[in-house]
């Protein structure tokens, strides 16, 4: 039986069933004409409590774009024999990882445009606290790290990482470029702080502008490992 459709109108269909004792969601992918590339099959357990939301269809649609899109950037250079690099960092990749390299930096940019337009106000919580909850407190401790605002001997003052929590840190985390010569993240002290943190763990245990911004440092994390893989 049909769980949910959502119509996509030139895009296809994207459609979840129930077969083989799990669901499925079949997602059809078009090219840049609407043509027909493939279906994508996409089996999301058992548990017909984590029935796919349309938010989320349109989410891991939207991904889907994002690569179809990097493809014929692609393929448009290989059919002219004239790679053109985006930045220093694609030159010595191979192409599957200029190909990721690309589709990271789409997702990131994605975000990044969400969080320019992000009102000032939706951080007015997180700044309300005295005490903020753990998984809080870690998110906005990294972020203050990778951009540099505080070094890590200060992460445990939150009087001081408060009063950064204000529209300068959005503009600045919306114009941050993983890829350019002056940033020195350390993946490696990012990883340690957030100590295995996973998405569901901050939707649950956080707040939206909190998970927003857990995003970003996830998005800013991915662009950087396709890029030492140089």
Known sequence: AVVSTQSTGERGEDMQNRAYGTDHLAMSIVGREKEPLFVMDLD??????????????RSIRSLYTKMVAVFYE?????????????????????DDLRFALRFEKRVLEDLKKKMSSMDINAL???K??????????????VIMLMLGICGES??????????????????????????SK?????????NDRLKGLTASEVKKGGS???????????????????????
Do not use: C
Not at 44 to 57: E, R, Y
Not at 74 to 94: F, I, Q, T, V
């Open 44 to 57: 999301t357990g058992k548990d017909k409590a984590n029935i796919l939301k349309p938010v989320q269809v």
């Open 182 to 190: 002056d940033q020195q993240i350390d993946i490696h002290k990012v």
């Open 124 to 126: 007015s919580e997180i």
């Open 128 to 141: 309300s606290y005295n005490e903020p909850p753990p998984i809080i407190a870690t998110v906005i401790q």
């Open 208 to 230: 939206m502008p909190t998970f927003l911004l857990y995003q970003w440092i996830i998005d800013v994390i991915s662009v950087l490992r396709v890029g030492e893989s140089r």
């Open 74 to 94: 692609l393929l448009a250079e290989y059919s002219s024999d004239e790679k053109k690099y985006e930045n220093s960092w694609e030159e010595p990749l191979p």
């Open 154 to 179: 200060e992460l445990q003052e939150w009087t001081k990482i408060k009063s950064n929590i204000n529209a300068d840190l959005i503009k600045r985390m919306a114009k941050f470029d993983p890829l």
